[in-house]
């Protein structure tokens, strides 16, 4: 791919896996645009000395969900986005939002799915008793937490594990995980085959 892929990025809170992602420099990248439907969002604050534009829609502003999409579609669409990377959206995408951006939308979960999906996924691992969590980058569709699954990677459960100390080891390995999966994508190099999400060489 020569042009650059010109990524989106929806952030709810403290936007540590964007900062992964500015760090990463990845070549063929280029971070368009930040949108927060949090006006007191950290991650806002996180990009300002780079240069990054940043829109805040507030979600509160909106009487429904489809016109909050609408919105965020409506800012996106200028600047010619190839992929939207959620970073700690708390917000769950219609499908109004995702058809249009079919294999186009990546989030990160906390959690080696299918295991664990939606809220407290931490919490739920640490309360089932399995031995390893871990983390995953997947496509978006229109469900929740069901796309398919592009990267994992594991994380191990100790018996002190407090949900403090084993959501920090996890988050170590999303600020990996997320910006290669990124960078794959930019790269030409993912394919999809039904569910199976294939890395070429």
């Known amino acids: 791919m020569n042009d650059k892929t010109r990524l989106a990025v929806l952030v709810s809170g403290s936007g540590s896996n964007l900062q992964a992602m500015i760090d990463a420099q990845i070549p063929n990248l280029e971070i368009s645009l930040v949108i927060s439907n949090n006006p007191k969002a950290y991650a806002l604050e996180r990009i300002e000395k780079y240069n990054i534009k940043s829109v805040v829609i507030d979600h509160k502003k909106y009487s429904n969900r489809e016109d909050f ?27 109004y939002f995702v058809r249009p951006y079919k294999y186009r939308i990546m989030n990160i979960h906390p959690a080696l799915l299918p295991s664990f999906p939606g809220i407290n996924s931490v919490k739920q691992a640490l309360e089932y008793g399995v031995k390893f969590t871990g983390c995953t980058v997947h496509f978006v569709d229109e469900g929740v937490d069901t796309g398919p699954i592009i990267l994992q990677a594991v994380v191990p459960i100790y018996d002190k594990d407090t949900e403090e100390t084993l959501l920090e080891r996890v988050h170590n390995e999303e600020h990996k995980i997320y910006p290669e999966a990124i960078k794959l994508y930019s790269e030409g190099r993912l394919k999809i085959s039904d569910r199976r999400v294939l890395i070429s060489p």
Do not use: D, Q
């Open 69 to 95: 999409e609408e919105e965020i579609i409506r800012t996106i669409e200028p600047y010619r986005i190839n992929l939207i990377a959620l970073a700690g959206f708390m917000r769950i995408l219609s499908p």
